[in-house]
């Protein structure tokens, strides 16, 4: 009984996720209500209320879900420990790389749930990177020797690049492979100078 009652939840939250995103893609926030939520969701609005305290909160579990996504897709593989070893810089820009085509792919969506400024964007890509960033760094002190607490440099490294791939989402006629080709020489650089290695 409640396995049944959790899919219903989990219906209900992606139902009322999915018509907010489309909703928000033809109008600002500031104009949607719960109402319009509801409507779009085919949901009433005391299940909304079951679920989200008001419109903020499911916003904020709009850009949670989409970063989760985002995640997901680019966790690396299980070959992981051999393509770190081989060339840890190739296996940086691989995975960068591939969390860019993903925001890239999903920028409309991104971008219509920016609310106020940029923070939401920058969390989506800060909170799908950190996690894998300090798992590589964890590994690659195994094979070099940091000046640096791992948590330290995960930070330094995922707040950078969050910055950069939000300017990236944000500019136009931006280029997956200039892209791609700054951070094959930021990674290189860092790899191979004393600013974090000893």
Known sequence: MDKKEDVRITRSKRDLRNAFIELIKSRPFEKIA??????AAMINKMTFYK??????????????????????ACVPDADIDRRLNENPVDFFVDLLSTVMTECHSKKEIMLSLVYGNNTS???VVENCCKKIIEQLMIRLAQTYKFKYPISIITSFVTGGFANVVTECLIIP??????????SRKFFNDILSCKLIIE
């Open 173 to 182: 006629n931006f280029s997956i492979e200039n892209f791609n080709a700054y």
């Open 51 to 72: 679920h989200y305290q008001d419109k903020y909160a499911l916003l904020d579990d709009c850009i949670k879900a989409i970063a989760e996504n985002i995640y997901f």
């Open 121 to 123: 964007l920058r969390f």
């Open 34 to 39: 719960v109402t319009d939520i509801c409507k």
